[in-house]
């Protein structure tokens, strides 16, 4: 073991939030010992920003309780620990933890409760990576470095404390947790690590909880380096076991919403986990539909079904909790609404609560090609960023041109197949000028008029028609819950 003077090791006091200051210090005033410990002190060392700080003390659960009083909530059965509340900030204080008892692994190996507490050392042992198991004391200034972690940091290697087959048996998360940090890192995975790192060890990820893998999936997806990490993923055989469904290819609107998701975190801005569930799925569930259509269901039942299916599915791998499922399911039937929608409509769609992401959704879709968004992922683009008045404009030309596209819809088909959604593509947005003058509009009304006649008599009703001058009642889109049937 070494201890290394933490300013040698770029670690000041001054890099440190009030809240993880006040409960070292707490804890070391009642007697404890008290370190921060993990990502934050490895991404302080290796300049970066790191995403919170865990405590690590020899006080129980119940001391820590005593020590904080209301401040602090026991959490965990596996993993029992403290939650300690500072200010608005949560902090996990975790006691050192000895080696499992043999009782509670399982056949597997696999380590199934763990709450024997132990000594700092018997703590390190039990830690994943060496550069996850230094020790920060901050007001002593010190880092306990016990097996040259530093050297490995400055190496950028990931290296597993311990035998790297033991320790996957272990915990298969581990196998996760190393992708995860080799791509966020971007470091490299030690020798010892990729000799053993086999697709049949990939299969222990079968006894790992839903639960758990869908939280380790929302590490993935958040830690800001998911473009980099999904090829490892499959590489690695790591996809299968997470989206077993799922074809393990990076297709171009999967790369697209990775890198979208990357860009927004550098920047700062917030981003739903769910929304690249979405993305990820929208294939099985673009085939699901189909299936369902061709059984001569209705489409808005095809959908609902399909979406259910194809969460339920994914649910056996990891469970995406249910108000992330409505989302998903919502950002979907988004793409039917936002593809064709009633121009009476339109104003009130963009006001939805889930407009933004159904519209994100499509935008990404048309840019990495799919031609089923016949355009109107730039023409909604386009659209957000008119004024009142060119937005009545553009609604109008959109209005005439659905039209004009149902009436060739209805001369080509004698019979609409309602199952099919025909539409040509919309033309993209251009400021129209802001009067016609009646000459110009005359003879186009007059054709529409004609042509119109024609269609209702095959059963269309077309633009013009009286039924749709009616004054309709608004309906506030932003108010309608999406359900299964509609
Ligand atoms: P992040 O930046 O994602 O928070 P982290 O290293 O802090 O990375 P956490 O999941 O917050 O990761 O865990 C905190 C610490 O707990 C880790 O640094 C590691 O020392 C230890 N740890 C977490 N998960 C495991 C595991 N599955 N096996 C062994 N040690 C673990
Ligand atoms: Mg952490």
């Known amino acids: 073991m070494q201890t290394l003077r933490a300013s040698k090791c770029g670690l000041s006091t001054a890099q440190l939030p009030a809240y993880i200051l006040d409960v070292i210090d707490a804890l070391t005033k009642a007697g404890y010992e008290a370190y921060i410990v993990g990502g934050g002190v490895r991404d302080l060392m290796l300049g970066l920003n790191p995403k919170d700080f865990d405590a690590v003390t020899n006080a129980t659960p119940a001391q820590v309780k005593e020590v904080f009083g209301r401040r602090c909530r026991i959490i965990g059965r596996r993993f029992e620990l403290a939650h300690v509340y500072s200010g608005r900030e949560l902090v996990e204080v975790a006691t050192f933890r000895a080696p499992p008892k043999k009782e509670v692994t399982s056949a597997a190996g696999m380590i199934l409760r763990d709450n024997n507490w132990g000594t700092i050392e018997e703590d390190f042992a039990r830690r994943d990576f060496s550069i996850n198991a230094m020790y920060y004391q901050p007001r002593k ?151 369902y259509l061709a059984k001569g269901v209705t489409p808005a039942e095809a959908r609902a079904q399909a979406g259910l299916d194809v969460l339920k599915r994914q649910g056996t791998r990891t469970i995406i909790p249910r108000f992330a499922e409505t989302f998903i399911r919502e950002v979907w039937e988004m793409q039917t609404r936002l593809l064709n929608p009633k121009p009476q409509q339109i104003a009130a769609l963009s006001n939805h609560a889930r407009f933004r992401a159904g519209f994100d959704f499509l935008l990404l879709r048309e840019k990495s090609g799919d031609t089923n968004t016949q355009g109107m992922g730039m023409w909604w683009d386009s659209y957000q960023n008119m004024t009142s008045d060119e937005k009545e404009r553009a609604i109008g ?50 054709q529409e008029n004609r042509t119109s006649v024609a269609s209702t008599v095959k059963g269309e009703i077309g633009a013009d028609h009286p039924i749709l001058k009616r004054r309709r009642v608004k309906r506030d889109l932003a108010e309608v819950v999406f359900g299964p049937t509609q």
């Open 141 to 291: 200034g010190i880092v306990l470095d016990f097996c040259n972690a530093v050297e490995d940091i400055n190496n950028k290697t990931l290296r597993l404390l311990g035998d790297p087959k033991t320790r996957f048996e272990e915990d298969p998360v581990r196998m996760l947790r190393t992708l995860r940090f080799a791509a966020k890192l971007n470091f490299n995975i030690a020798n010892e690590i990729l000799e053993v790192f086999t697709p049949e060890l990939t299969n222990l990820l079968r006894d790992v909880s839903p639960h758990r893998l869908y939280d380790e999936s929302q590490k993935l997806f958040t830690m800001g380096h998911l473009n980099r990490v999904l090829p490892m993923l499959i590489d690695f055989g790591i996809w299968q076991q997470l989206f077993a469904e799922i074809n393990p290819t990076v297709t171009t609107f999967i790369e697209r919403a990775a890198k979208n998701t990357d860009q927004r975190i550098s920047i700062g801005k917030t981003i739903n986990p769910a929304f690249f569930y979405a993305v990820l799925l929208w294939e099985l569930f673009l085939k699901r539909s189909e299936g």
């Open 397 to 446: 030309q959109y209005n005439r041109q659905r039209a004009k596209n149902r009436r060739k819809a209805v001369t080509q088909d004698d019979v609409v197949d309602t199952r099919v959604q025909v539409q040509a593509e919309i033309e993209p947005l251009v400021n129209e000028p802001e009067t016609r003058n009646r000459r110009t509009r005359k003879p186009r009304q007059h």
